[in-house]
């Protein structure tokens, strides 16, 4: 896949090129898809569940690849300017505990015997709410501390070198898995932005794909017809 588009930046409302935005929606978005799904399960159907339980070990990869991706690239350049990002990465550590505690709490269910899987299912249920509200709080202060740091010691350019960087070292496949989450996520204007970056830059092939796999199937048929007449698609 092509690298030279912008895959999850979209400027701010300052202006100002937001690393942080359109992923931490997407991670938002499924977070609280899932949790709505763990809620609402029947944990003793375990042929229903088994769907739910491989949508959350992909949240999980991705989350986990997500706050990788922040240390290997956003904080070593914040390290580099001289800037301390130690409460970050031990919000980061605590993030790879609960990734290990959650990975442990699945294997129990799928190990559970009928009787006992209603009560592994809401042990992760509960388990997952509290990661999420963790993450929530930590995104919070990503965006509204850690965001203006690198505003004030990056050009808008240099960000988008270290989002470059970040998507460089990604995976197809990877690429389109975080896609996926985060064009359902964000407004039909940033999803109009991020996406006609995407068509100008990409091999048409690639953009042809990005749109058949990662981001029709995530939208309502209206919110399709708006992206598609915003980037002029031929239907
Ligand atoms: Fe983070």
Request: glycine share 6%; hydrophobic share 50%; proline share 4%.
């Amino acid at each position: 896949m092509s690298h030279e588009f912008s895959l999850t930046s979209i400027p701010d409302l300052n202006g100002r090129y937001d690393i942080y935005g359109a992923i931490h929606k997407g991670l938002r978005k499924a977070g609280c898809d899932l949790l709505g799904r763990l809620a609402t399960a029947d944990f003793h159907n375990a042929e229903e569940a088994v769907f739910l339980i491989g949508d959350l070990r992909n949240y999980l990869m991705l989350a986990a690849s997500h706050v990788s991706h922040e240390d290997d690239h956003i904080h070593v350049a914040l390290a580099a300017k001289g800037v301390s990002t130690v409460t970050l990465d031990e919000q980061h550590d605590d993030h790879r505990t609960a990734f290990r505690e959650l990975e442990e709490l699945i294997v129990a269910w799928e190990k559970a015997w009928p009787l006992h899987k209603a009560a592994c299912g809401r042990k992760l249920y509960l388990a997952f709410a509290a990661y999420i509200a963790d993450d929530f709080a930590h995104m919070h202060e990503e965006e509204t501390v850690t965001g203006p740091l690198l505003w004030r010691n990056f050009t808008d350019n240099e960000i988008l070198g270290i989002e470059m960087d970040i998507i460089a070292s990604l995976p197809p496949e990877k690429s389109m898995a975080f896609m996926r989450i985060m064009i359902p996520a964000i407004n039909p204007a940033e999803r109009a932005a991020l996406l006609g970056a995407m068509k100008k830059d990409a091999p048409p092939e690639i953009f042809q794909a990005v749109i058949d796999f990662a981001v029709r199937p995530g939208l309502s048929a209206i919110d399709f017809a708006q992206l598609a007449d915003a980037l002029k698609l031929v239907a």
